[in-house]
């Protein structure tokens, strides 16, 4: 019964996640009118919903015959659990805890859900419905973000968005899309609270269909049917290209230069979980020679789309200040004080270019301009800037320090080690003709396994040039494919 409920209540969580900025956005102008920073109180309905869970699971373990097993511990508990011990410290030391509890929020309370969510056991129904409704919400919400490069600004003004595209600002609304400098381009976020945050969410239903499509329904449908022969034609991408043709045109429309790569490297990693080795590396060598080719010329027709010299030099300059930081404050600075908790606590801050047409900002006395580090707006007041490092990592290492630094990337490393492992063994499990008959209850978990590897690793690489784990619909989804791939109950690989 508990069981039950809990994957009833994750199913609403990951299928809810990616509507959460609409709703919040809609539902706080209806409540307070335009112009509110969204209401607290609707913003934690998902944190809420995920303890709610959590909690679920923890009497599961407490109850279950075999909760000695559920309680080993292993190497990813000792380095979260030491994550999270280095934060108390830090913020019983010399923090406000109003500032640590938003750190808490974005950095580690999804990883520590994680810790008790891989213990309990998870059905297959729950898998196969959970991968077909990501799939689902994604394949609408590229629709509907393509579609909104149609849409007015009246229309999202209309919802309650701020009249001002492009701008994050604290205790103002959310901005409706990003242009891309000057060319006013737009950068299509869907319902989610950026192009970054939507191209890095799309990667999830990217992942999942790619696996979905290489394991054919009709494999599913007749596996005694099926031999070593006839495994290769289980793989119809057919009937899944305009899906993922969809996908790849919305990540493409975001802009996202992060998401992009994050793309293409989860493409070579499924042809290596796909393919014998010796093909897999050519195809990955030629392919990557053609997207050099591609991105060269391209970059040189519309450097202004691709390039971005203002955008790539904040990539450049703030991991440099971060790691300036760093090396001034090397036991850190304590949660909250850096990435997108920092936005919470601080000024609305703009960089423009020299010489840049500053007439609009008159009507927006709130906001701080800079040009080259230097403050040219307001001039009655110093702003307080958010210290953001462009970077998941060093952002970590700003708030935990270089401990913090060496186990999040530790982490990393193991968790992209450990899932790439399951998945390759979940491939040779599943084509193993002695085991044919497990049918459709072996391929949900070889999706799910499989998937949950490539996701990860494209938002960890992503993490290199974006605070990639800030969006709750990212970091919760993504952990929690990761607890079912990992489950510890009933998984002894």
């Not at 305009?242 to 998401?259: D, E, G």
Request: net charge positive.
């Amino acid at each position: 019964m508990l069981q039950k409920a809990r994957e009833s209540l994750t199913l609403i969580l990951i299928t809810l996640l990616p509507f959460h900025a609409l709703f919040v956005t809609v539902v706080t102008k209806v409540l307070l009118g335009e112009g509110h920073a969204p209401l607290s109180v609707l913003a934690l309905w998902k944190e809420a919903l995920l303890v709610v869970i959590v909690g679920f699971a923890c009497v599961e373990i407490f109850r279950s015959a075999s909760a000695r097993e559920m309680r080993r511990v292993d190497i990813f508990d000792v380095l979260l659990l030491a994550l999270i011990a280095i934060a108390v410290l830090l913020t019983a030391m010399n923090q406000e805890w109003k500032h640590a509890l938003y750190g808490f929020k974005y950095d580690l309370f999804v990883p520590a859900a994680f810790l008790v969510l891989r213990r309990v056991s998870w059905s297959e129904q729950f898998r196969h419905t959970l991968a077909k409704s990501v799939m689902i919400v994604g394949g609408f919400l590229a629709l509907y973000g393509l579609l909104t490069l149609l849409f007015p600004e009246s229309f999202f003004h209309l919802l309650g968005y701020s009249d001002l595209h492009s701008l994050y600002l604290p205790n103002g609304s959310l901005a409706p899309f990003q242009q891309i400098g000057g060319l006013g381009l737009r950068r299509i976020q869907s319902t989610m609270s950026g192009p970054n945050q939507f191209g890095l969410w799309l990667l999830i239903p990217f992942s999942i269909a790619l696996c979905t499509a290489w394991k054919g329904e009709d494999h599913l449908r007749s596996p005694m049917r099926t031999t070593a022969e006839t495994l290769p034609q289980a793989y119809r991408p057919r009937e899944y290209f305009p899906y993922l043709l969809l996908l790849l045109l919305a990540i493409l429309f975001t802009f996202s230069r992060s998401a992009w790569i994050a793309v293409i490297l989860i493409l070579f990693g499924f042809l290596f979980l796909t393919l014998p080795q010796r093909v897999s590396w050519s195809i990955t060598l030629s392919t990557l020679i053609f997207a050099l080719l591609v991105g060269t010329v391209v970059g040189s027709l519309a450097p202004g789309v691709v390039l971005r010299v203002a955008s790539s030099k904040g990539h450049i300059d703030r991991p440099i200040q971060a790691m300036e930081t760093m090396r001034a404050n090397p036991l850190g600075l304590g949660l909250g004080t850096a990435g997108p908790a920092s936005n919470r606590f601080s000024d609305a801050c703009v960089d423009v270019e020299a010489g840049s047409d500053l007439s609009w900002a008159k009507y927006h006395p709130e906001l701080c301009l800079l040009s080259d580090g230097r403050q040219l707006k307001p001039g009655n007041r110093t702003c307080h800037c958010p210290l953001l490092t462009e970077n998941w990592y060093l952002q970590i290492g700003v708030e935990l320090g270089i401990a913090g630094l060496i186990l999040w990337t530790l982490i990393t490393i193991l968790m992209l080690l450990k899932t790439g492992r399951v998945a390759i063994t979940a491939t040779r499990r599943v084509f193993n003709p002695r085991l044919m008959h497990r049918g459709t209850q072996e391929a949900n978990q070889f999706i799910i396994e499989r998937s949950a590897f490539l996701m990860f690793l494209g938002v960890s690489v992503a993490a290199l040039f974006l605070h990639a784990w800030e969006d709750s619909a990212v970091m919760m989804t993504v952990w929690v494919l990761l607890a079912l791939s990992l489950s510890q109950k009933g998984n002894t690989r």
